[in-house]
């Protein structure tokens, strides 16, 4: 364990980064830094600023870069580095996304989708909830909400309902969810939240109080597990609404937080 003041970048640092645009917001820099210097792994992770017509550029820089060690990706560029890797994972690729991508010694860039494994280790750590063999409701299918439903078919749920403003959006994830996991039950109702076990918001609505609800708050119960994709604020409408209906709550932070693991893991450079 080192002393995050005492560190110091040498001649044998290797060198991570994280590429977005905007990049000020990004606070995988702070808490993958740390993270370095409590395992004792001589390394560094920098911002990178990149808009998406550079992209392609940066990332072929980064593969011919000798003490490159990899990169995480966030918006907007989740879906489109994904055809800059040469290998990507299974689940990756049926999420059609890739957020963290390890450059091998010989340089080729292999990526993985962390997300939704993220947010289902901090639901079986924080909430206690284990999916195998219980029922999701999903709202959203964008980037984050795929993930999430992947990641819980992957864990075991046995009945899954993907709820989106774009109804289309919803069919095609559950068309692409029942191709790989056809045991599943996948409904796009809305109207269900109820019935389920677990509530998921993977929408980007909740980060404004005005935002209208991602789910019908009228329909949570004390019986469910409630979690929130969102990080800004830390309790958004959702998870008020659900705390005050004695719901357990899982924060959006804890799935960052567990993926930082998962990243670690994924750069295969925890000390042996
Ligand atoms: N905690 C973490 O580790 C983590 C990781 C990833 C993402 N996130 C968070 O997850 C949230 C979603 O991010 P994303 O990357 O998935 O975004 P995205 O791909 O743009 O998807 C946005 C989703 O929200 C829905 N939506 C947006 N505005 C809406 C509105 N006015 N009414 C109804 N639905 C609306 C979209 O529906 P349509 O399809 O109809 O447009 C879509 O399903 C963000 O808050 C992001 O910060 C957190």
Redesign the pocket.
Known sequence: MTNPSERQITGNTRIFGIVADPIYHVKTPQVMNANFARLGIDAVLIPIHVKPEGLAAVVAGLASMENFGGLIA??PH?PEIINLCDEVTGEARHIGAVNCIRRDPDGRMVGAML?GT??VEALKTVTGFDPQGKSAFV?????????IAFALAKAGVTRLTIA???EA?AQELSARIRAVYPAITISTDATTVADHELVAN??????KET??P?VDFDQLHADQVVGD????PEMTPLLRAAQARGCRIQL??P??EC?IELMIRHFNILPQ
């Open positions: 966030t918006v989740k997300d993220g947010f709202a959203g299918a964008g980037g984050a909400a795929s993930a989106n403003r774009t959006k993977g929408t980007s609505l909740g980060m935002d209208a991602p994709a969102i990080m800004q959006g932070k799935m960052l993926q």
